[in-house]
């Protein structure tokens, strides 16, 4: 089945733990993109990747960091996060950049 | 800085009904427009991409317009059911293939 997975998909930590949220699709797509959900915001990019080893800021970068060393996998990493991070996250894909994306199921982020 | 309005209050239609959502935006040149739809709990489904120099797009019950001079992206459901009640998301992209969102606009479609 052709699909966008992300793990964990909840996860409550507290501030400066590093935590790395996967993200993983079989169906392969060059576009890869990290979102962050928060109430009356929308869906904001984090990053983007728009091949293997090719990744640019979205709009809220800060506090995030990427890596796309394989087509399949764009992993996000929270270094040190803060409480300010708490938020869903979707990870989505699309066989070129600007065609349709596909979601993932969203990772629910709690810091403490 | 860029900006995408969609209303946030929720439109409450009854079904059989075109449900019309709009999308605004400003300070922005978008190559393209997205929208997607999505239910409570769940990632967005992607529904309709119309490209700047495209006007009307149509898929079954969906149509979607987009007029650049506006600065307006109008979403079209026609004989709306209650299964299409669900947050209406518009998404805007340019030639660097950044996406920027809109907050959505919740649908509710009475029986």
């Known amino acids: 089945e052709a699909q966008v997975t992300q793990n964990p998909r909840y996860l409550i930590t507290v501030t400066g733990k590093k935590l790395t949220v996967t993200c993983s699709q079989n169906?392969?797509?060059?576009?890869m993109s990290w979102y962050r959900q928060d109430p009356g915001l929308g869906l904001r990019q984090i990053y983007y990747?728009?091949?293997?080893?090719?990744?640019d800021k979205g709009d809220v970068p800060e506090g995030y960091k990427v890596s796309r060393k394989e087509k399949r996998n764009f992993p996000l990493i929270l270094e040190s996060p803060s409480p300010n991070q708490t938020s869903l996250y979707f990870c989505?894909?699309?066989?070129?950049?600007?065609?349709?994306?596909?979601f993932g199921p969203g990772t629910r982020l709690t810091v403490l | 800085s860029q900006k995408i309005e969609q209303n946030s209050e929720a439109l409450n239609i009854q079904e059989g009904k075109t449900a019309t959502l709009t999308c605004n935006y400003t300070?922005?040149?978008?190559?393209?427009l997205q929208w997607y739809r999505q239910d409570p709990g769940r990632g967005p489904v992607f529904l309709l991409l119309i490209r700047e120099n495209e006007k009307e797009k149509r898929k079954e019950r969906l149509k979607v317009t987009f007029d650049t001079t506006l600065k307006q992206s109008l979403f079209h459901i026609t004989a709306s059911q209650p299964a299409d009640s669900a947050t209406y998301l518009c998404a805007l992209g340019d030639s660097s293939y950044k996406l920027i969102f809109g907050s959505g606009t919740r649908l509710l479609v009475r029986p």
């Open positions: 989505a894909s699309s066989f070129l950049a600007g065609e349709e994306q596909f």
């Open positions: 169906m392969n797509h060059e576009y």
């Open positions: 300070n922005y040149s978008p190559a393209y």
């Open positions: 990747s728009m091949n293997v080893e090719v990744t």
